[in-house]
């Protein structure tokens, strides 16, 4: 039996256009560009008379910067894709059950571990959750299940307490 939140095992005959990848890029783009005009509206570091780090638009904007070039470089291949007809190279996530797990974790991380356990650990266990449920395979040996284990709570441990310290020591923001 295949995973079921398996995108290529679960949808290998489906395959998605570069018109949808094309449509895709576009919308974030959108979000990404609308992003950061409302970032830009926000008090600067100057205003507020402080370091450029404590600014209130620096995160959303970064993050508006990556998702804006991503954007662009999904709508690139998305042209070149469609220029040397590869409409059907890329498989199709199913994504119904994927949206449904993340949602799932998004839910459980915000209402059940947030503000129940301390924050560096809440994160890790989102992460380490997160990299189980899409990492785990029927069958697998249980050697190779146990390495997945492993590095899943490595990476959420790190991942955890690297936030964590970021976020308070170098963004200045008590963390709940």
Same mark, same amino acid.
């Given at each position: 039996?295949?995973?079921? /939140?398996? *995108?290529?095992?679960?949808?290998?005959?489906?395959?998605?256009? *570069?018109?949808?990848?094309?449509?895709?890029?576009?919308?974030?783009?959108?979000?990404?560009?609308?992003? &950061?005009?409302?970032?830009? +509206? @926000?008090?600067?570091? /100057?205003? %507020?008379?402080?370091?450029?780090?404590?600014?209130?638009? &620096?995160? *959303?904007? &970064?993050?508006?910067?990556?998702?804006?070039?991503?954007?662009?470089?999904?709508?690139?291949?998305?042209?070149?894709?469609?220029?040397?007809?590869?409409?059907?190279?890329?498989?199709? *996530?199913?994504?119904? @059950? %994927?949206?449904?797990?993340?949602?799932?974790?998004?839910?459980?991380?915000?209402?059940?571990?947030?503000?129940? /356990?301390? $924050?560096?650990?809440?994160?890790? &266990?989102?992460?380490?959750? $997160?990299?189980?449920?899409?990492?785990? +395979?029927?069958?697998?040996?249980?050697?190779?299940?146990?390495?997945?284990?492993?590095?899943?709570?490595?990476?959420?441990?790190?991942?955890?307490?690297?936030?964590?310290?970021?976020?308070?020591?170098?963004?200045?923001?008590?963390?709940?």
């Amino acid at each position: 039996m295949t995973n079921p /939140l398996d *995108p290529v095992a679960s949808a290998a005959a489906d395959r998605l256009s *570069p018109r949808v990848d094309l449509a895709v890029a576009a919308v974030l783009l959108g979000f990404a560009l609308t992003v &950061l005009a409302l970032v830009l +509206r @926000m008090p600067t570091f /100057l205003d %507020q008379k402080g370091e450029i780090y404590v600014a209130p638009g &620096l995160v *959303p904007g &970064l993050y508006a910067i990556i998702v804006a070039l991503l954007s662009v470089a999904l709508a690139a291949r998305s042209i070149r894709r469609a220029r040397i007809g590869l409409a059907a190279t890329i498989p199709a *996530p199913s994504g119904g @059950m %994927q949206l449904v797990a993340v949602a799932a974790l998004g839910l459980v991380y915000c209402v059940a571990l947030i503000g129940r /356990l301390p $924050f560096w650990l809440a994160t890790a &266990l989102f992460v380490a959750g $997160f990299i189980v449920l899409f990492e785990w +395979r029927r069958g697998a040996a249980p050697v190779e299940r146990a390495r997945m284990l492993a590095i899943a709570t490595a990476i959420g441990l790190g991942a955890g307490i690297g936030v964590t310290l970021v976020f308070e020591r170098l963004f200045l923001v008590r963390l709940p």
